[in-house]
């Protein structure tokens, strides 16, 4: 079964780094996400991203954040001027775009910023 | 915005039963369930539509009130492996999809 890839599976990185997050989404899908899980917190929602631009964002995204899918099949977090907040499980999905299908997750990067 | 779930956190016996519910304020087009387990992505269990029907995976189920912006999951005899976060997801008319803050699921022997 084809399924969402994420890399590396762990990051860690000095405060004020920049840092960007890969993810492979499923082939033929055409809806990309990103989430962040702050350790033992909810799934929140960042962003969105359809036909090479972004569908929709949340506070949270905000200038210290961009996505970028830089050729045919990977998709890109990065995130700028990291601060200790910023550390958390990053999640990456992909979703066909038909509504009432559902979002695939990759198995997510903890990124950790020391 | 976010869908609101209850209970916050569920403690069972194996072959208990549990509800979970998820609300929201605004007209739904659907809900989507996941569950997580500890340090693992979340897992798709099922969505539903809005007309109310109810579906089905092995011994959890789940029903959509479109009326109430509600949806339900029902874990019955639980098992052991059912343990970790359940999630609900929200879809709106405008294609807008929230998660809801989860609720945790502990079952013990």
């Known amino acids: 079964e084809p399924e969402v890839t994420q890399t590396p599976s762990h990051q860690v990185t000095q405060m004020g780094q920049e840092v960007i997050l890969r993810c492979v989404p499923i082939?033929?899908?055409?809806?990309f996400y990103w989430y962040r899980q702050i350790l033992g917190q909810k799934v929140e929602f960042l962003v969105s991203?359809?036909?090479?631009?972004?569908?929709?964002k949340s506070e949270i995204f905000d200038d210290q954040f961009s996505v970028e899918r830089p050729d045919g099949s990977n998709f890109t977090l990065k995130i700028r001027s990291t601060k200790l907040e910023d550390s958390a499980m990053y999640f990456c999905a992909s979703s066909t775009g038909i509504r009432n299908q559902p979002q695939h997750f990759g198995d997510g990067t903890r990124l950790s910023i020391l | 915005q976010q869908p609101v779930q209850s209970p916050q956190a569920v403690i069972l016996r194996e072959g208990e039963d549990a509800v979970i519910n998820c609300s929201s304020s605004?007209?739904?087009?659907?809900v989507h369930w996941y569950r997580q387990k500890h340090g693992e992505a979340p897992v798709f269990l099922m969505i539903l539509l809005k007309g109310g029907e109810q579906k089905g995976h092995d011994k959890i189920s789940a029903s959509f009130n479109e009326k109430k912006q509600q949806s339900s999951l029902y874990l019955t005899a639980s098992q052991l492996s059912y343990s970790g976060t359940y999630f609900c997801?929200?879809?709106?008319?405008?294609?807008?999809?929230?998660f809801g803050s989860g609720t945790k699921l502990n079952v013990k022997p």
């Open positions: 991203f359809y036909n090479n631009e972004i569908s929709e």
């Open positions: 082939s033929n899908h055409l809806y």
């Open positions: 997801g929200t879809e709106d008319n405008f294609n807008k999809f929230y």
């Open positions: 605004k007209a739904l087009y659907s």
